[in-house]
């Protein structure tokens, strides 16, 4: 079993940076591919960023050049730069972890941006 963890987000101005947390916990070795997702009011959830174990990464077109995602394979924590935020990003953020093939999620952080 594995818990999900996320912190981080919070009320920026647009132009702003935030920094999203997840920390997974549990029985846990050799998580695979972890990500984030976010989903704003009225709209579906969406991929914003994965991470492989490896350190692959991929992203959305809307973000990329904005956000970057890393991890910490020894802490199983992944996190979320975001920089130059936009209105369009506000959204509930949601973590993401595959590990034995069995994905899970974190409770999710609530990313406002706003003047």
């Known amino acids: 079993q594995v818990q999900l963890v996320e912190s981080g987000g919070g009320l920026v101005q647009p132009g702003g940076s935030l920094r999203l947390s997840c920390a997974a916990s549990?029985?846990?070795?050799?998580?695979?591919?972890m990500g984030w997702y976010r989903q704003a009011p009225g709209k579906e959830r969406e991929l914003v960023a994965t991470?492989?174990?490896?350190?692959?990464?991929n992203y959305v077109d809307s973000v990329k050049g904005r956000f970057t995602i890393s991890r910490d394979n020894a802490k199983n924590t992944v996190y979320l730069q975001m920089n130059s935020l936009k209105h369009e990003d506000t959204a509930v953020y949601y973590c993401?972890?595959?590990?034995?093939?069995?994905?899970?999620w974190g409770q999710g952080t609530q990313v406002t941006v706003s003047s």
């Open positions: 993401n972890a595959d590990y034995r093939f069995i994905p899970y």
């Open positions: 991470i492989t174990s490896g350190g692959t990464t």
């Open positions: 549990g029985t846990v070795f050799s998580i695979g591919t």
